[in-house]
């Protein structure tokens, strides 16, 4: 099992720029989340996915911020235009359906995205 | 709707000593919980979770925690620090019949003196 996968692991881009960031579940996982990490604010909900469908995306800071999952063993979020203040670190991470949240989460090594 | 609490911001402990980090729940049933631990520059990796039963549950690396009811609390120890437990560690809870959303603390940053 290869884990929760995410690219890039670095990401620096001019403000304005479209950024793209990717993760793969592991295989069986229905449930992805995406999170926000920065000094700030910590750990914030972004988005979640269940069996591809978005489930709450109350999270998402604004219309900039975009995410999909085409299929279950991918996805993707995207920052159009990307500005400073969204310079973070973006971790995605899978657990599967049991019935409870009794297994927790598996998370990715993140990405640290920087905007300049 | 769940809340979490980590009251330390920032704990110092010397190597050898003791370690208790401390986690407040709300929620108006048994929950689910855990511990995450994230290393610099790492993800999130599950230590220990608790969800029924024996209210000590033992965890990787020599954690442990104890889910205590009366004060909502699952707080993680550690006998005997080692320098390499310097980290942030996270709390969670989780809901019965929630789905599986988690939601996290804070988080607790922990630096081991030599």
């Known amino acids: 099992d290869a884990g929760v996968i995410q690219s890039p692991r670095h990401e620096v881009t001019e403000m304005g720029q479209e950024v793209t960031l990717r993760c793969k579940p592991i295989?069986?996982?229905?449930?992805l989340f995406w999170y926000r990490q920065t000094m700030m604010r910590g750990l914030e909900l972004l988005i979640y996915?269940?069996?591809?469908?978005?489930?709450?995306d109350s999270g998402m800071p604004e219309d900039r911020f975009s995410a999909k999952m085409p299929n279950a063993s991918f996805s993707t979020l995207k920052i159009q235009p990307s500005e400073p203040r969204d310079s973070a670190v973006y971790f995605c991470?899978?657990?599967?359906?049991?019935?409870?949240?009794?297994?927790?989460?598996?998370f990715g090594s993140g990405t640290r995205l920087t905007v300049v | 709707a769940q809340s979490v609490t980590q009251p330390d911001i920032h704990i110092t402990v010397s190597e050898g000593a003791s370690l208790e980090l401390r986690c407040n729940y709300s929620?108006?049933?048994?929950?689910?919980l855990f511990w995450y631990v994230q290393s610099p520059g790492q993800g999130l990796q599950l230590l220990l979770k608790?969800?029924?039963?024996?209210?000590l549950v033992q965890g990787i690396k020599g954690f442990e925690a104890e889910f205590k009811r009366s004060q909502s609390s699952f707080n993680l120890r550690k006998p005997s620090v080692h320098w390499s437990d310097a980290a942030e560690y996270f709390c969670a809870v989780g809901a019965r019949g929630g789905g599986n959303k988690l939601t996290f603390g804070t988080g607790t940053q922990l630096k081991v003196e030599l």
């Open positions: 608790y969800f029924s039963g024996d209210t």
């Open positions: 991470a899978s657990s599967k359906n049991v019935g409870s949240p009794i297994n927790g989460y598996t």
């Open positions: 929620y108006g049933a048994t929950p689910y």
């Open positions: 996915f269940n069996n591809n469908v978005p489930i709450d």
């Open positions: 295989s069986g996982h229905d449930y």
